[in-house]
């Protein structure tokens, strides 16, 4: 059984604005001179993440036992927006690590530059869900990325704020208690505020997060790629609906902000959307904390948020070395050792099936059954929304819109029309 020792890993998604795109004209050419060695033969790989992907030391150190001529070096970007910017003001030129990490919702974007990247053996392409691998796939039939993670949800709670209100605080009891739609999502919510005088959820953009992942075509048409965000009534829909709950259930933190992360700590809402990795974010900062929970459920019934790939500039000085050590880092047992460290739900067909998932436990959780809980997120999954080239500078800016509510500097509507006009305005 596995004791998931979480860890701080925050991953941000659309927190600030798109950055200009600036990349090579054509494409890089693997260069196999000695692979990029030293004339020893000695290997410095490096990989390029943007929040705890669950590549602890103890990885490190068994890559290099394995690969004696091989020395890892894991760098972290602070966001996914920052590593987002780099990447693509580099990728095709130079000053990329050799494997670089992506994230899923800019996807659609890498995808325009997949002969930029090294493709995945052949050989490998099976070992993911299907729709995981069909994402990264080109129309020349490339996988470009090596599957990490997704980002099945449940619900996380503090039990203790739920026993405050006189709601029930066994996950299966609070699992019964919310399934339904939003509208019992934000009703439960509303309840707990009326009596509490506290908030029931962390902020607008979490939420709203949640439920524009369960609209298949939300921003942009799948045939034409036409922007259809402004026009989209399930949209509208979305943004007024958690809008009208923000105003007494939202703590009106940030995701990602000081105070958010204070606020996992000192009780400031009893709620979130929670994605496995969101596990190892709440764990790192509430160390302390002896009440968070997770449970079976997702209102709308399942919901994914996030899942990573794993790139390889084409041009890069070490190829074929960050090919295999990208393979060792998503096979089965590895992406289960990521699980064990981080919370990363594993995107492997083997590993999903693995008694050992089955058996995970969290111990911070309340040793709930992490394993089993995600697996059924997993399933409840009923819906993959379409993400085209501009999901990510759409999606960026409604989170802009839902942040300038909850601060006050506008009302619903203004701020609904400068979305219009911002997404409008996008080529």
Known sequence: MISAALRRGGIAVAAVSATALVLAGCAGGSSDAGDGGSSDGKVT?????????????DLKKAYEAEHPDVTVVFTKAATSNDARANYFQKLGKSGLADIEAIEVDWLPEVM???????????????????WKTAAA????????GYGTDIGPEGVCYRSDLFAEAGL???????????????????????????????????????TYQGMVNQIEAAYEDPKSGDITATKNADVKAAYDQVLAAS???????????????????????ATML???????????NAKDVTTWDIADVFPGGGGNWGGSYLTIPANGKNVKAAQELADWLTSPETQMKAFAAAGTFPSQVDAMKSDELAAATNEF????????????????VTVSPYKGAFYFQINDAMQKALTRVEEGTQDAKTSWDQWVSEVEAIK
């Open 137 to 144: 796939t080109d129309k020349d039939g490339n996988l470009i």
């Open 274 to 284: 929670c994605p496995g990795w969101m596990l190892g974010v709440i764990s790192g």
């Open 168 to 206: 029930p605080t066994d996950r299966d009891e609070v699992a019964a208690l919310l399934e339904g739609g939003w509208d019992k999502y934000f009703q439960v919510g509303a309840e707990y505020s009326q009596k509490t005088g506290k908030a029931f959820f962390d902020s607008a953009g979490g």
């Open 247 to 269: 105003k007494d259930q939202s703590a009106h933190l940030g995701q990602w902000s000081d105070d958010w992360n204070a606020g996992l700590a000192n009780g400031a809402f």
């Open 112 to 130: 325009k530059y997949s002969d930029l990247l090294a493709p995945v053996p052949a050989d490998l392409t099976s070992r993911w869900l299907d």
């Open 45 to 57: 790989l490096t990989v390029s993440t943007f929040n705890d992907f669950g590549y602890t030391d």
């Open 365 to 380: 959780f309340n040793d709930a059954p992490v394993g089993t809980i995600l697996s059924n997120r997993a399933q409840a």
